[in-house]
């Protein structure tokens, strides 16, 4: 029988000892476990306030949006207003008055470089060939933001001369019948 007490003795302590080796696996599990937790925690918070900073962010953003929009049709109103004061005012000619108008609107993005040389192309009436030049040349210097009535200059004068000529026809017509 002694050798069975000393077997189930020997039993009881291996039990013990796998007993201990189980608590100290348990509460090593637990310490991981909190360890994942405070990590896990930690990060939320960071989302929190990444997501509150991007949230203020955005508002700051769409204040600027506001501001700059404003300044942007600021400009826009002022140069419409310059080219009529200046039509008005005989320091500019109409067609150099709408130049300028074309220039703000494409400064101001309202209207492309393209579509911009192709009216003013059709406010001056020259021929095909002249146009198509002038067409090129104009939407270059509107793109690059240069003077565009100084580039047009002598198209300008030979216009406002055909045009004044042919008011005189019809004057002269008018005022024969």
């Known amino acids: 029988m002694t050798e069975e007490i000393q077997e189930i003795e020997r039993i009881i302590k291996q039990s013990a000892e796998l007993a201990d080796s189980l608590i100290r696996l348990a509460r090593k599990l637990q310490e991981q476990n909190q360890k994942q937790v405070r990590v896990y925690e930690e990060r939320r918070e960071n989302l929190r306030a990444l997501h509150k900073t991007l949230a203020d962010l955005h508002s700051y ?64 009436d020259l021929p095909v060939s002249q146009r198509i030049q002038i067409r090129e040349t104009v939407k270059a210097a509107f793109e690059a933001g240069d003077d565009v009535v100084s580039k047009i200059r002598p198209y300008l004068k030979r216009s406002t001369q055909a045009t004044e000529q042919q008011a005189r026809k019809t004057i002269a017509v008018t005022s024969d019948v």
Do not use: N
């Not at 600021?74 to 008055?97: L, M, R, S």
């Open 61 to 124: 953003i769409e204040v600027a949006k506001r501001e700059i929009g404003l300044y942007g049709h600021y400009g826009q109103d002022e140069a419409y207003a310059k080219a009529y004061i200046a039509a008005v005012g005989g320091t500019a000619t109409p067609p150099e008055a709408a130049i300028e108008l074309l220039r703000a609107g494409v400064s101001g993005k309202t209207i492309t470089a393209d579509v911009a040389a192709e009216q003013l192309a059709k406010l001056l």
